[in-house]
């Protein structure tokens, strides 16, 4: 179904594709370009600046790629770092491409195509992929989430030959047999860049991005140079972001999408409740650390945000949450930077819509998530919580990416406030910050 577009002013230039409305990168250099699917945005890596690709949605492939012709004989260089990963699934992949067209061939359809180095499937597993025509033959290397990998792919007419090795440890390397990849008549040619995850939910850092012809460098992206950035992108202007994590619309959805570690992650509807209220909405995580269980792994919707805090907690929003927390059988209320509320044991599951209900009198919140109701809870400083807005808080883990559909925001007496099932998506109305293409 198509989506309608809605006009308001952001405050950062974003790419969107025009067919989907889904697929976009936020301030990438003017060199990059982006397909239709997957969400591409600069971000702070404790003080690096990365490439973020987040697999918003289950479409395949999903490219972003330098729009300048190196020939059709070149090699693509670039650290990548996987930092969510659903095992032993086809669709997990993720690493560098090259050849890449656009608009594919004839029975391509209009997608972006090209022959792919990639993490596939399972933490054992590395492959070549020329796309929508054929794997090459599978390599064993045994890699791990949240550590960078040298990738390192290299075309001579039909054939490609690649290695991935270990950043902090060089000997953990392989170096893949070359590879004459089917139907080479039909990717002669093509873009040099990265590949996200065709499976949904899952994110890739990407660094130091470099092309070479014959040896010499022609081309080179750190990041560095490209502001980072945090915000809301799709989303009626009455909607605020926090300085941390990001929030796109995407396929009628809201991705709130942890790109950093930084705690907490809110997103607020801007007005104010007084005295108490509620906020209600369906909630879906689309990844999660199983294994381990992290701590900062939380995710689900907040009242009482502040977006400037109090004096102990610094500049930084904050609030009282209904969250998923740590692991697959645990939900739990939090006062931000205050405390816990007790741990209540309810079994969740990943890619599952969960109906998310919070309601405030102003000292003390309830909640339930589907039919499970947890025991009301009287947070402490209440006097630090006073008011505030209603809103969606992010994972402090970063890698995590949490689906929010069919906000109801209602005041203290039971009135709707604001309800939002994100069909609608909003964009720039500064054309200078626009570029629309098929």
Known sequence: MMKRIGFAVLAVSVVFSSVALAAGHYQLGKDWKAGEFGAYVIVDDGGNRVLCAAAVSGGDPKHAWVNKDFGSDYKVKCDVMMMSWADAQDHSRAGIAGRIQPNGTAIDGAHDRGVNLLFHDNYGRVQYLNDLRGWGPNESFTWTTRTWYIFELTFAGNTVSGSITNKAKPADKIDLAPWEFVHPEERTKGFAGVTASTKIGQMTYFDNFEVSVG??????????????????????????????????????????????????????????????????????????????????????????????????????????????????????????????????TFEWKLETKYPFSMTSNGTVVNGSIGTFALPAWTFPDPQNRADGFAGVTASTRAGQIAAIDNVVIKDAAGNVVYTDDFSTFWGSSDAADWELYR
């Open 215 to 344: 040896g010499q460098v022609v081309f080179s992206d750190t990041f560095d140079g490209t502001p980072a950035t945090s915000s809301a992108v799709g989303l009626n202007k009455r909607w605020v972001a926090g300085e941390a994590g990001y929030y796109v619309v995407a396929d009628g959805q809201l991705l709130a999408v942890a790109s950093n570690a930084v705690d907490p992650k809110h997103l607020w509807f801007d007005k104010e409740l007084v005295g108490g209220g509620s906020i209600s909405a369906d909630v879906t995580m689309l990844s999660w650390d199983v294994n381990p269980t992290h701590d900062h792994s939380r995710a689900g919707l907040a009242l009482h945000i502040q977006p400037h805090g109090t004096a102990p907690d610094g500049d930084h929003d904050r609030g009282v949450n209904l969250l998923f927390h740590q692991d697959l059988n645990r939900v739990q209320f939090l006062n931000d930077l205050r405390a816990w509320g007790d741990a209540q």
